[in-house]
């Protein structure tokens, strides 16, 4: 969804004319320390650490709340495989939850799954959808849970008002490709607890007892690795995000037009939303009764549009649990003893099965995916629109 251009450009070719590239030893009050800055003001968080990737994000930010072998971490089983995986990462044992007819985190299955082991919640904003936030942070309080959002696919994305990533202990966004912002890999740690910041600054920056910013740390040393960001990423970023109100508002006011557009039929409805005010509007999804209803509908907008690429979520490969190999054959580490399926400290642990959330599969089944794309024109749109209706008449 990012658009990129001239700006970048000149923004990137700056830094290196000025032949600072590293944030440290060099960098500091620079291009990267001038981002984290401006995203922690937007997103009203007192801590913003940005890294390589969206994936050291949740990793930092997991090694940064302190889970490790012998805890559980609830994960929902639509997502990105980066989700999970950060938890395999750090040590720790995913547990799937099913998603809701949004597609995110079913608040009703995350008690459900709460286990003697369970530490924390991981609700991901898939596809700029907000999660159920309030039901999520009610749970949480009362199982005395963390929680660590991951709005990797909802950068400027909000709930009730509060900026998605800002809501749990911390919150974790990814720039790469297929994101709202992007400078082509990277990624963005939000949290307001001191703690948690500066373990991932450690974490992200192997131990960073070497750094000149140590002084600002006082929790004691770990070794970590290696995610830092640069100056060339950090001035991208800068301008990316002097685009992204634009994008957002322009994202929201097709989505709206277009629901607008569609004539209410028996066969589907609009996706819904638990903050339709807060949703980035890159997904326009169609919710139907049935699966069969669903493909019958496909095969016909498929007939009327062969040249529009719609598609069910249930077909989106990775993002769908069932197609998590290395968690399922329990492959989770380059050597068999790193491989916290195997930590003593985790035994007995609940492993992931194909059958653990129907429910999820059912509702991935049930839905379309309209394709979005920010430079098409509104007559494009208006064809969609119109498909659409006649898809759902002829089905
Ligand atoms: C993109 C994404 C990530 C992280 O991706 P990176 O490629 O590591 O930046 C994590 N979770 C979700 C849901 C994503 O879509």
């Given at each position: 969804m990012y658009e990129i251009g001239e700006e970048e450009i000149a923004a990137v070719a700056r830094?290196?004319?000025?032949?600072?590239?590293?944030?440290?030893?060099?960098?500091?009050?620079?291009?990267t320390d001038r981002f984290e800055k401006r995203m922690a003001e937007l997103l009203g968080v007192k801590h913003f650490l940005a890294v390589t990737s969206g994936t050291s994000a949740l990793t930092c930010g997991l090694a940064g709340m302190g889970i490790g072998p012998g805890d559980e971490v609830l994960v929902p089983a639509y997502t990105w495989l980066a989700s999970p995986a950060a938890v395999?990462?750090?040590?720790?044992?995913?547990?799937?939850?099913?998603?809701?007819?949004?597609?995110?985190?079913?608040?009703?299955d995350i008690e459900r799954k709460i286990g003697p082991r369970t530490k924390a919640i991981?609700?991901?904003?898939?596809?700029?959808?907000?999660?159920?936030?309030?039901?999520?942070?009610?749970?949480?309080?009362?199982?005395?849970?963390?929680?660590?959002?991951?709005?990797?696919?909802?950068?400027?994305?909000?709930?009730?008002?509060?900026?998605?990533?800002a809501i749990g202990t911390a919150g974790a966004f990814s720039f790469n490709q297929f994101k709202n912002i992007s400078c082509g890999e990277g990624g963005g740690l939000a949290t307001n607890d001191a703690t948690v910041y500066q373990r991932a600054l450690m974490q992200h920056d192997l131990g960073s007892?070497?750094?000149?910013?140590?002084?600002?740390?006082?929790?004691?040393?770990?070794?970590?690795?290696?995610?830092?960001?640069?100056?060339?990423?950090?001035?991208?970023?800068?301008v990316q995000l002097d685009r992204l109100d634009g994008i957002l508002a322009r994202?929201?006011?097709?989505?709206?037009w277009f629901f607008a557009a569609l004539r209410p039929h028996p066969l589907y409805r609009p996706m819904p939303s638990h903050d339709a005010a807060g949703d980035c509007g890159k997904n326009?999804?169609?919710?139907?009764?049935?699966?069969?209803?669903?493909?019958?509908?496909?095969?016909?907008?498929?007939?009327?549009?062969?040249?529009?690429?719609?598609?069910?979520?249930?077909?989106?490969?990775?993002?769908?649990?069932?197609?998590?190999?290395?968690l399922i054959e329990q492959r989770a580490a380059h050597h068999p003893l790193m491989n916290p399926y195997r930590h003593p400290a985790n035994q007995g642990f609940r492993?992931?099965?194909?059958?653990?959330?129907?429910?999820?599969?059912?509702?991935?089944?049930?839905?379309?995916?309209?394709?979005?794309?920010?430079?098409?024109?509104?007559?494009?749109?208006?064809?969609?629109?119109d498909i659409v209706q006649r898809a759902a008449g002829l089905a």
């Open positions: 830094v290196i004319r000025g032949g600072q590239l590293f944030r440290y030893r060099g960098g500091e009050g620079g291009e395999l990462t750090v040590g720790a044992i995913p547990v799937l939850v099913d998603c809701d007819e949004t597609l995110t985190i079913a608040t009703a991981l609700p991901v904003h898939m596809a700029g959808q907000p999660c159920d936030m309030a039901g999520i942070m009610a749970i949480a309080t009362k199982h005395r849970l963390q929680v660590i959002e991951d709005a990797c696919q909802a950068v400027g994305g909000s709930y009730r008002g509060q900026r998605v990533a007892n070497f750094r000149a910013y140590v002084k600002d740390i006082n929790e004691p040393f770990f070794l970590g690795t290696t995610c830092r960001f640069n100056e060339i990423l950090g001035a991208v970023m800068n994202l929201r006011a097709r989505k709206a326009h999804g169609l919710t139907f009764a049935t699966r069969a209803a669903r493909e019958r509908f496909t095969a016909e907008f498929k007939r009327l549009a062969p040249d529009v690429a719609i598609s069910s979520p249930i077909d989106s490969g990775i993002h769908v649990y069932t197609n998590w190999a290395t492993p992931v099965t194909k059958d653990d959330c129907p429910k999820t599969l059912e509702n991935l089944a049930r839905t379309v995916y309209l394709p979005v794309d920010i430079k098409k024109d509104q007559a494009w749109f208006e064809r969609v629109a």
